[in-house]
Each structure stands twice: as C-alpha cells, then as structure tokens.
C-alpha cells in the first residue's frame, strides 16, 4: 500500500490550473451550464476516495480532504474548512480560485453562492454520481425558487482529464469467520428480517464498508480502508454484489453463491434498478446513494429513505470481534511502546541521533510489520513535533517534515489495519525537559482522557451526554480543543464509522446514537497551542455492560490500547486520588499485558514508566 | 391564593362519573362523532390550569396533573405517566374507564388507539380550544388515512357540567419597572424587531407567561402562576391584549394605552383574527395557540410558525431581575433556614411536638409571609416523610398526611413567587440518626448537586451536555432518577419555564437550548428507593460568563437558593477535596448571607450546621 500521497500536481506551475479552469468553462458552455459543481466525493460518499475521483483536486490544484469547488462563467470559488484555510490559500494562489473560509462571518453557503450567481431559469451542472441523493434533493430546493435547472448527467471534468488514474479495480478478498465473528448467511438474514421491518421487500446498498461487512469481505480500492467499490441489491430471496468481475476470484465467487450471492459487473446496477417492478418496496439511504443512481429507480418504485440498518449492527461489534480486536490492540501496542522505547533512546543519546517526524512514522511501521496479522496503516499518519502539533490535521508527507530536538512533544497519531481489527492511537511524547505549562497542560488532557474511560452511566446515553467528561479538566483552565472528543472505529474497516461517537454538537442536530455494548469508540481529548505545541492522548474503547440494578442497565468503557502514557509528562499534583488510581491501574494492566512479548531491556523501560505515581 | 386543591369530587361515588360517561356518549351520537378526545390543556397550552378548564377531571374523576380521555361508543380510556399510576387506578375504579399506561409495552399511543377504534370514515370530536394547531395537524394526517374526519367545535363536555367553576376574571396588575427591570415599550420595539427578522408583520401570542412578560403585568386566573388569561395580537405599530376588560383598571388601561396597547374583550381576538387582510404574515407558534383560533386566521394570510420570540428573551433574565432574584432567595432562604432549625427543635423535644407533613408546609408558609413581597407559593408543595418521599410527585394533600417521627429523612419541595422573582428549593431533612446507606446516599445526591453547579464550560453548552455531572455520583453507586436534572424558572411567573434545563435527553429530539447568561435553572438530583425514602436536593442557578480565553467564552454557574444541606446526613470520607472545598464555600457564603437577619440561637445553630467539614 502506497504510504505517500502524491504530491506531483502542487509543484506544477499554477498556469495549468488556469488552463484547466478555461477548459472547464468551455465545456459548460457547450453543455448551457451556468455554474458547475465538483465536490471531493466518490460515487459511494467514502469519507477517503481513489486517486481515479480527485477530479476536484485536477481541476483546482487543491489536494485537502474536503472542499467543494464551484464554477461559473466569470468565477470560481473553493469552499473549505478551518483546517485548510492555510493550504488552501497557498494551493490556490494563482489559479483564479477564491478561497471561501466556511464558517467564516461574510462567507456565503454555497447553496447560497449559486442562487446568487445563476440567472433565473439557468442551469447547475454537476455529475451527479458524486453527489447524494439527499443533497441534490437539497440544492433543487434551494434553486427551484429561481427555476434553476440541475444536469448530473455529465462528468466534465473527468472528460477533461488526460491521464486519468485508472478506476480501482483491486483484488477482493474474503475475511474468514475467525474474524468477523458472524457469517454472511447470519448478517443477510439479519438484513432481511430488517427490511420486512421496514416494509420493504428490496434494498440498495452503496456504503463500502457497509458492503464489505455484510459479506464479509475486504478489498483494495481505496488507500488505508479495505473496501472494494461495489453496490449490492438484497432481495428477499437474492442478493446481487456489482463489483469488477475480475476482482473476484472463481473461489470467492463459488462462496459468495453459496449464499446465493450473485456477482454482476459494477456499472450493471444502473440497469439493474430500472428494470424493477412496480409495486416494489425499496429501501435505501439517500444520503449515501448518490442521484444518478437513485434517478434510475423507476417511479412504480417506492422508495423508503433511511439509514442502513447495516450501520448499527455493523457498529455493535460481535464477541468474536472484541476478542480480535483486544489481540489487535496488543500487537499494536507493542509496536507503539517499542518505538516510545526507541525514540527515547536515540533522543538522550551525545551526540543526538537525527531523527525527523517522517523517520519516526517510517520507524512505527517496521515495529508495526512484526505484528502478526498486520496488514498497513488505518491513515495517514501525524507525526507532528513541537509547534507542528498544534495543527490538528498535521501531515508531515507535504514537505514540512523536521528533524526532532531534544525539547517539547512529539504528537503521534496513528493507526494500523489488522485481521484482528483497526486501531488509532495518539502518544504525545516528551523529548526532553518541559516546563511547568507544558506538565500542567498534559496532565489536564490525561485527566480528561482518564475521566471519560472511567465513565459508568445508565443505558441510553449518547456521546453527547458523556462528552464534557473528557472536556472538564481543560474547561478548568479555559482551554478546549475544537473536534469532537471521539468517533467510532469499524473492524478492518473505516477508521471513521459512525454511529457512535463523542461530541457536544451533532452536525444532523440529533442526539447522537445510544452507546450499545460492543461500541467501539476513541477518546482523545487534546490541547493546542498555536505556535507553541499539541498534546492529545487517544485510547479506543469497547462499550460494554456494567451490571443491571433496579434503577436500569449501566454501561461502562473498556480500554483495549495498550500504550503507556509519558510519566515524564505528569505532573500528579493536579490529579485527584481517584484519577492517580485510574491512572495507575491503567498502567499496570499495560504493564501485565506487554511485558510477556518485550525484551529484557525494553520490559524494565517500562516497568519503570508505568510503576504506580 | 387557594393552596389546597379541590378534593371534592374524588370523594363523590363512581357512579357519578359513570352517568356522566353516558351522558357524553349521548351528546357525541347527537353531533355523530364516533370518538371524544379530552385533553387536559387550557386554551393557552399552560401546564397548570384554572378550575374552569378541568373537564377531564369532571367526566372521569381522575385529578392528575397530566392524562388524556378517549371515548368512544363502547370504550373509554385515560392515558397518563408513571407519576399517576397508582392514583390512577384508583380514581379510575368503577369508572368504565380503562387506564392506559403511557410507555408500558401493549399500551397503544392515543393517535394509534383512535385510529384503530374509528370507521373508516368516521368523525373524532374535541374542543379545538383546548389542542394546539400542532397536536391536531398531527391528528388529522394521522387519521386521514382512514378518511376520518375532525370536529373541533364542540366543548361536549362544558356543555354537560352544570356548576361549572366561573369563567377566571382574576384582577390585573402592572409590575413596576425596578422589578419587571425593563420597560413595556422596549419588550415592544425587541419583539417587532424579531418579527422583521422572521419576515412577519403582525403576531399572535397566546402563552401566559409571555403576554404577562412582554406587557410588565400580572393575573390571578391561574393558582400558583400570577398570570391572566389573555390573548396578544402585535403588529407594527400597534398592539392589543385581549383579556376580560373588568379585570384591567383605568389606570392600568391608560398606562397600556401610552405604550400604543389596547385592550379588548378576550373573546374578541377570534373574531379580529378573520378580519386580517389578505397578504399579511402572521408570527405564531404552533404548538401554543389552540386550533380553533389558529382555524379562524384567513386562508389569505400568510402563517409563519416559529417559537415565539419572547420564549428565549424571557429565560434571559437582565441585571434588575438577577438582582432581585438573589433578594428574593435570601428572603425564601432565611425562611427555609427558619423552618429546619424550628423543625429539628420541635423533633428533638421529649415527647416529640406532633408534626404532620403538612403541619410542615402550614409553619413553612408563616415563615415565607414574614418575607417583603411573598405572594403565594409558586406550586403545590411536597412534603413527604419517610416512604412518601420516593413518589417523585407526592401530594400531601391527597389524605394520606402522616405525622413525622424521629428518624429517616423529611424531603421538602417548595417554592415562593415574590415580586422579587420566584424561588423553587428542595431540602431532604434527617429527622433523627441515619443509617450508612442513608448517609451514602444523601452524600451521592449532595456531591451530584454540587458538582453541576460547580461547572465551567464553554459556551455552546446546553443542559444535555452537562447533566451526566449530577448523575454521575450516583451512577458509580447503580443509581438514577427518573427525571430531568433541572427546568428553567420564570420571574414571577412559571415555576417550569423553558426553554433552557437540564436533561439527558429532550422531548422533542433536539439537543435543548444553549445556556445564555441570565437563565435561571434549578439543580436537582435525587434518589428514590420504594417503601423506604427519597433524597432530593435542589438549587436554583444563574448563567453567568466567566472569562473569555483564545479558546472561546466560558460560562459558569451562580447558585442563587441559599439555604444549608443537612450536615448530620454528609458523610464527608464519600467526598473528594474538591467536593468537600464545594460545600464548604457554599456553607459559608450561606452562613454570611443569612446571618445578618438570623436572631441569636437561629444564628448559632446556622454556624454550627456550615461549619466547615
């Protein structure tokens, strides 16, 4: 798996993009577009997308992970969040895109900016492919007032490209029921009994890694997640999975089969939905299945809009999984806490050995590669030291990278894919002396993180209700970090899944999803600086149950990252006796579970970084 | 003020009720309506309501604060909340009325039940006056698709009762200024400027409270709430309030009248609404104003329906009315302070002086007297002793009043309405010596109470996200309570206002309302154990700002409920340093508040119970 995004198209002369620009408005004349729309999505609403769908970042020269171009005769705008607002301004210098900061006071919605900009009776190209149901539903709304007109027929930009990456077509494969804990006849019933619920006797599924899971298996289509691209249609009595024929091989063609699962070329599914019946009752999320898809659906189809009931079930991880993802977590700790080890050493060594933030990622893989089962990272990773870590989306691939000094934090967010489950941890790192702030600082983002773990509440909470938890020790001090406190894992899927989650806000204005025994979810509060430094500390947890009483069902939060936090790093005088405890009952429980795989040398490093404080 | 609720009618045979049923029936096969739907509401959607407006109570003898009468040819049904079960089943008896019991499993919603029991085609009857526009919009699309019609024009049930209590004409009387804090003509210009923003030209108020607040007036229709029954229609350059003009005095009517207010007769407003032009845009907040005036609006107006502005505005209380509020509490708790030393003397006396709960209540009452400007109680109070105090909503009134003993806990909820604002507290007060598990227990609900108040948080926040720091004491012990951990609390007006509170979860789905500096919220968590005692202990806070840093304003809170917790029932080895450094500073700031007005032995008992732990 290639670890480096490429990084070709920012060093190009921004002459090209204007070209491009050019070529763009060309081909929306021809096509009477008055304005044309290109968001970062793929056809399946992916949160990570294919190099083949980067059409956004062909055009504007802009790589970030969000932001949504938009187009019209005489302007061009890019709309992103906070994180980019510094990349983007550099990306786009000179290609005659403006950068609109989202959020930002003065700074139209896009929905907003194209009613502006499109005359009466005009028409908003897009292809529709790429975006949702749900918001193409949106955008007719908003523009029907003025008798816009939206096309999503045609991909222009991608008609534009010339040297298009090729449509993934990687291998797929099959997760054994060692570990996903469940066959594929069990979760297709299960999904059966869901729709008769529902009222609907068929179901279109885009989600990836809702499809990955529901047959159990992985593919290689998009970087750091193992899904294929594919879309499956469930019936009562057959499932189609439309994927690239020669993905499949003839062995996992025959097993899929034998759960009457029928494999059909991938752009077959368009063809397929038009041919239903009237009188058919079709579920489907509208905001995943993009609306050229759902345009297909016949209207004798009704269609029943709402989310993928593989989405929960997918979410509650079964017995097996926990079991797997607790090894998972210790081979992964291993490797965290061998590179702790290791950088440490390097770092106190006269003269210092030179290491840089990408050494240190290149490092964790090498210890990450003697776990067994492991197969790549789960993301990109943050290796961010000193100021660096104050940027919360930091990558240190774009350039920036720097040699590490002998003083303040390396913040180290990372993660790995194994059979046995994903993980994502983040270590903040002493390298040398710190100050009292920098001591103080650490210790309220350990208590925050500790305090949340060590949650025991009723049956029915949500993220929401849990959130301040790990925000409280930090409010103290009149600091907060502006993400959420928490998001969901999938096993050897996602690294983001959803529904759980810990946040304040919910971006639908919901409640959140109830936290369901075998949640598993991160928790990583953190502190940043701007100039300074970063800290954040993330554990993921597994919800489970704590005990039924007359009073109702309590849950609780068991922690499976193994990793010692840096007991350089605490200060124990601002904890209370019950944090010190969970802190050191933490500790030792990493002790126990690690020192059995360590050497001589690395077991007494951390006998002593984890003896009770 | 009447205190004590009328009790006549649960003491007349069921027989009555029975005849009464009949009776209905006949009426309802007169005007073909194959279902009645009683609700419990008044014409304003109140929560309390006049004795005029109790038909429910009237046809079914069930004196709840809170259930819903359905019925039918042949059936007949209550549904109400777990609160009222008990009582309920009792009242209920011999009625031909069946209990629902709202939530429990096979018990169908009243949409679901009404759809069920009437033809195709049939017609539902109810006094439109008494349902919101909301409720039966939802009714109607529920049930049209059995073609089942709506008749919202008949008061059946009034019609029967003869004897029904006067229609309230209680006096008007203006709130002055220094204690309303601002004027009648600026709430005036602050709602026509809302009303531009919501792109409305006139507007409908019909909630009680808001009419009382927005004009700087008080009634006396409803007992506990000094409001008056009264509609508003308000446009830009004039305003009348509909109410019974014999209840307004000249001067009051000429005061109005400087502001551009007129009165009319509270009747008149359904009328007035017909006569809007064509092309106006009518403010109204569907879930308050009744159907049937919401029917009388022309089709040619334009309904905009939102909440209503002064909702919000109101919760925010400005400067004048915080100031007074920490009056009127020092007031409410030197009253309260007075009653728990006057409690425990007489308790302590050989023989014991016999006090009953409401004995409790009546000595309360004379101490709050003593208080400049105590009007009346602001809601029913709870006083239940031993075993009562774990039915959440206990009524002394209700007969079942027992003497005290000298042993386990009294607990006392009361509140005043002063014109300097209204009080709302909870005390649970140990009578003689506790057991541990008593004292464990009274510690988790203190150390809950303390620790919500005791939070900083970013603003943003709403009650969602902070009430988990009541309840989290009590959930490390398995235990909970089954309501909200606070509700807003108006100025001379509603005891429960909203919008602000705190719950895990709100009604309506969505995450509540931010907390803005000037909300008055109550603190009360509790523990309620069956057959054997309830501990509750409630204070009322003010929103406040605490600091703005780089990461955003900080809130926090200021209890404004001055009155001790019981120091024989802390247990101080449960609690933290912090928890202990909380009560402390709160025992002291009670002791310096009150003393000053305390004679010599109420003083020295006071130091001695805030003595610090």
Redesign the interface.
């Known amino acids: 798996m290639e670890l480096i995004k490429s990084t070709q198209q920012a060093s190009l002369d921004k002459a090209i993009y204007r070209a491009r620009l050019g070529a763009l408005r060309e081909k929306m004349r021809e096509h009477r577009m008055d304005a044309y729309l290109i968001l970062t999505d793929d056809f399946h609403a992916s949160e990570y997308v294919g190099d083949y769908f980067k059409c956004r970042e062909y055009i504007s020269g802009f790589t970030g992970s969000a932001g949504t171009l938009v187009v019209t005769a005489d302007e061009a705008g890019l709309w992103t969040d906070g994180r980019y607002f510094i990349q983007a301004r550099d990306q786009l210098e000179g290609t005659g895109i403006r950068l609109m900061k989202m959020g930002e006071k003065g700074v139209p919605a896009i929905e907003e900016f194209l009613k502006e900009s499109i005359r009466e009776g005009g028409c908003l190209g897009y292809d529709g492919r790429t975006v949702s149901a749900a918001r193409a539903g949106q955008l007719e709304e908003v523009l029907s007032s003025k008798k816009i007109s939206c096309d999503g027929n045609h991909d222009l930009a991608g008609g534009l490209w010339e040297n298009r990456p090729a449509f993934p077509e990687g291998k797929i494969w099959m997760l054994e029921e060692e570990y996903s804990g469940r066959s594929r006849a069990e979760k297709l019933s299960f999904l059966r009994e869901k729709m008769r619920e529902a009222g609907a006797d068929c179901h279109l599924l885009a989600s990836l890694d809702d499809i990955a899971w529901l047959y159990n298996i992985r593919g290689e289509d998009i970087a750091y997640t193992p899904v294929a691209l594919a879309y499956s249609l469930i019936e009562d009595n057959r499932a189609v999975l439309y994927v690239c024929p020669a993905a499949v091989s003839a062995e996992t063609e025959a097993a899929l089969l034998m759960d009457g699962v029928e494999i059909r070329p991938y752009l077959q599914v368009y063809e397929d939905v038009k041919k239903l019946d009237g009188g058919r009752k079709l579920l489907v999320d509208k905001t995943i299945v993009n609306t050229t898809l759902i345009g297909s659906v016949p209207d004798r189809v009704t269609i029943i809009n709402r989310p993928d009931p593989t989405m929960l079930e997918k979410a509650v991880k079964n017995p097996v999984e926990m079991d797997n993802i607790r090894q998972a977590h210790i081979k992964d700790g291993l490797a965290l806490t061998r590179l702790i080890y290791w950088l440490k050493k390097e770092i106190g060594k006269e003269p210092m050995t030179r290491i840089t933030e990408l050494d240190v990622c290149r490092k964790l893989e090498e210890f990450r590669r003697q776990g067994e089962g492991y197969l790549y990272q789960s993301f990109s990773p943050i290796s961010a030291y000193g100021e660096h870590g104050a940027i919360v989306h930091y990558d240190p691939e774009r350039g920036t990278d720097v040699p590490l000094r002998a003083e303040s934090f390396l913040l180290l967010d990372t993660g790995g894919q194994y059979l046995q489950g994903t993980t994502d941890v983040t270590r903040t790192i002493s390298l040398g002396p710190l100050t009292g702030e920098q001591k103080k600082n650490y210790t309220a983002v350990l208590r925050g993180n500790l305090n949340l773990a060590a ?4 049956y ?2 949500t993220g ?6 790990a ?2 020790p930090l ?2 001090l ?3 970090y502006n993400h959420g406190t928490g998001h969901g894992v999938g096993y050897l899927l996602n690294v983001h899944e959803g529904p759980n989650g810990f946040r ?3 971006r639908d ?3 959140g999803a109830v936290f369901e025994e075998g949640m598993l979810t991160s928790d990583e509060p953190g502190i940043y600086l701007e100039g300074k430094y970063g800290i954040r500390l993330e554990n993921l947890m597994l919800c489970r149950k704590a ?1 039924k ?1 007359d ?2 069902q ?1 849950m609780r939060f068991d922690t499976v990252t193994m990793v010692p936090y840096d007991r350089e790093a605490i200060d124990p005088d601002y904890m ?3 944090e010190l405890a969970r802190l050191n009952v933490y500790h030792a429980r990493v002790f126990e579970t690690l020192s059995p795989y360590l050497n001589h040398e690395e077991k007494a490093w951390l006998a002593e970084e984890t003896r009770p404080l």
Chains 1, 2 share one sequence.
């Open positions: 949650a025991r509440f009723l029915g909470c929401m209700n849990l959130d301040c938890l925000r409280e409010w103290e009149g600091l907060d304040l806000k919910e204005g919901s409640r005990g009483t009073q109702g309590f209370s006796e019950k």
